[in-house]
């Protein structure tokens, strides 16, 4: 299983470990490496078939299930990115730091429309360097990272999407 990332407002992409996924309680235990945490709210969708090099008229057919997420990035590891561009990659590799909401049916998701036509092009876009399975997951971030202080917790709202309340200690 792959988990891909898109993040806000750019054309990027990178791919997280499984163990990076919780689907239930919701609490982010930060390591004690970890000094400043932020966080980005996210869709969700699972692809449901395999496929390559994948028409964005066609992406529709890999995806019938969407939710909500939150996404955690250890900050003190972004920070030294300009140094060092892997280090961004440190940070969002942390264990069971992508929360995720139940799925439900696309259909159920009227506001949906407004972000199928970027949901479409972006899993074409992925779909060339990447031959999608079913079973991957494909997070698009909706805003850039919110800092948040560990020992808090966080809430995100959107009229119409429940996002996962989120612990962290």
């Known amino acids: 299983m792959n988990i891909f990332v898109f993040q806000h407002n750019t054309g990027d992409f990178y791919n997280k470990q499984d163990g990076c996924l919780v689907n239930e309680k919701y609490i982010f ?8 945490i932020s966080y980005s ?27 909500t997420a ?19 990659f440190k940070s969002s590799l942390l264990d069971k730091s992508s929360f995720i909401k139940h799925f439900d049916s696309i259909s159920n998701y009227k506001f949906i429309d407004d972000f199928k036509i970027d949901i479409d092009k972006k899993i074409s876009q992925l779909s060339k360097f990447s031959t999608l399975k079913s079973g991957d997951y494909l997070l698009f971030e909706l805003s850039d990272r919110i800092p948040t202080k560990i020992g808090e917790s966080i809430i995100y709202k959107i009229e119409g999407l429940e996002f996962p309340e989120v612990i962290t200690e």
Do not use: Q
Not at 29 to 36: A, I, L
């Open 70 to 88: 939150i996404n955690i990035y250890a900050d003190n590891y972004i920070e030294d990115s300009v140094f060092n561009p892997l280090s961004f």
């Open 41 to 67: 709210p996210a869709l969700i969708i699972r692809i449901n078939r395999s496929g390559k090099f994948i028409k964005p008229e066609f992406s529709g057919r890999y995806y019938n299930f969407i939710g």
């Open 29 to 36: 235990y930060t390591p004690e490496f970890v000094k400043r």
